[in-house]
């Protein structure tokens, strides 16, 4: 079972590049598109703290980064 999640959705340029590291790095992790989910979406404004941006990336020891650059997230998984 895949640990790490991403709250985002299809169209989101910040998701996309996420996903594009993760794949590169041949990473699982369960994408979670917001779009049209209401509890999806609220999840990950809990997540962030009562702000409105994605993607959240949830990881397998609990840490959180919202919106990271591509850098922020290849030194996270490295």
């Known amino acids: ?3 790490i999640k991403m709250y985002g ?9 996420a996903k594009q590291v993760f794949s ?5 992790f369960d994408f979670i598109n917001i779009s049209g989910s209401e509890e999806d979406t609220k999840k990950a404004i809990e997540l962030n703290n009562g702000r409105r941006r994605i993607p959240v990336i949830v ?3 609990g840490s959180i980064l919202v919106e990271p ?3 922020e997230l290849l030194l996270k998984i490295a």
């Not at 959705?9 to 590049?17: F, K």
């Not at 590169?24 to 699982?28: L, R």
């Open 1 to 3: 079972m895949t640990q």
């Open 69 to 71: 650059s591509r850098d």
């Open 59 to 61: 990881f397998e020891d």
């Open 24 to 28: 590169e790095k041949n990473i699982d």
């Open 9 to 17: 959705t299809p169209t989101c340029g910040d998701c996309v590049v």
